[in-house]
Structures are given as C-alpha cells and as structure tokens.
C-alpha cells in the first residue's frame, strides 16, 4: 500500500486463506469464500490492511511521491516517499525478533508520526529517526518539513533528458525488486495471523 504503483490483494488474502494448486482445477486454488463470512474471517491481518488502505487514500505522497531507498538489511527495509512539503516513510523488520532501526530522514524535520499507531510521536534526532518495530511489524511515519533545507546528497550535472531517463529506470528497478521485499513482509505477517 506504500510503494509505487497500484495497491493490489490476491482474493482471500486479506483474511490469510491459503488455496492449494492441484492439477485437475483452480477450486481450491481459490476456494469460494461468502459474503456471509466476511465479518467471521476478520482478524488482525484485515484490520491492518484496512487501515493501510486509509493511510494510501488520505496521503498524496504515496498516490505520485518519488521512491527512495533509505535502509536495507537482510531483515529490514526502509523507503521513503516524498511530496512537495512532507514525506511517508515506510519501515518493516521481516525478523521473528524486534528490532531497532536508524533510519535516515531525507528532509529537514523534527518529529515523525506514526499513522498505524493513531498518532504516536518519535523524535528526529541529528537527519535520523530511531524506531524500534516488534518481529513481524512495520511503520508508516508521516513526516512534514522544509524540502528547501532537505538533505541531498551532490550528483554529478547532467541533462534533463538523461536525468529523467535514469531516474525512470532506477524507480522501476527498485519499485520491482522491493516488491519482493515487501512480499516476504506480508507472508509473514499472513502467517502469523492465518486463520
């Protein structure tokens, strides 16, 4: 729900169903699921995609916002996703275990919020924010600032065309390797909460 592109769910994902490929039908591949069962198969994985749902729609930066790389591990992974004045970052550990994350703050700024702890306040100390996410658990911190003192790292000058091209190219790389990433986030925490 907060890297580009199109948020998407697999049918019955969203309530941890699992299907089974056999060779003679997709049946139980995607077993039928009713109306009727909706409110039974809730559970804590359909609350929170409910509210990362929320969080896509009232945030602008994560409909058009550029994607940026913050922090990656082989456990945990941080991006960002900037507006005009403002910027979402996303922090998830994949580990069983909690962990402590220093995440870099490409903008100005003093304070981040928390959007999927209803308003949580984490301070941000010296351009980095310090979070500590429970095994299996993310963030989405909002954070508003002065894009004019934004911290940017220098780049070599080059065209606009060139510019644009490369930047087209390294979004959609990044956009499609950290798929994955985010994937392997999600598969854990749908098995934690399988029904």
């Given at each position: 729900m907060t890297l580009p592109g199109i948020p998407s769910i697999y049918?019955?994902?969203?309530?941890?169903?699992?299907?089974?490929?056999?060779?003679?039908?997709?049946?139980?591949?995607?077993?039928?699921?009713?109306?009727?069962?909706?409110?039974?198969?809730?559970?804590?994985?359909?609350?929170?995609?409910?509210?990362?749902?929320?969080?896509?729609?009232?945030?602008?930066?994560?409909?058009?916002?550029?994607?940026?790389?913050?922090?990656?591990?082989?456990?945990?992974?941080?991006?960002?996703?900037?507006?005009?004045?403002?910027?979402?970052?996303?922090?998830?550990?994949?580990?069983d275990n909690e962990a402590v994350l220093n995440i870099p703050v490409p903008m100005a700024a003093s304070q981040a919020v928390n959007l999927l702890e209803d308003g949580e306040i984490l301070p941000i100390r010296d351009g980095k924010l310090q979070i500590t996410l429970k095994g299996c658990d993310g963030a989405v911190l909002k954070i508003k600032g002065n894009r004019n003192m934004?911290?940017?790292?220098?780049t070599p000058a080059k065209t606009n065309r060139c510019r644009k091209k490369n930047r087209n190219f390294f979004q959609s790389f990044s956009a499609c390797r950290n798929r994955y990433d985010l994937g392997a986030g999600l598969l854990s925490l749908r098995s934690r909460h399988s029904l």
């Open positions: 049918y019955g994902g969203e309530w941890g169903t699992e299907g089974k490929r056999t060779p003679s039908c997709d049946d139980a591949l995607r077993p039928a699921i009713s109306p009727d069962a909706f409110d039974s198969l809730r559970c804590t994985l359909t609350d929170r995609i409910s509210k990362l749902g929320i969080i896509h729609q009232e945030n602008e930066e994560l409909h058009m916002g550029r994607y940026q790389e913050l922090l990656l591990t082989n456990r945990q992974y941080a991006f960002a996703r900037h507006g005009e004045h403002s910027l979402i970052i996303t922090a998830l550990n994949n580990d934004a911290v940017r790292k220098s």
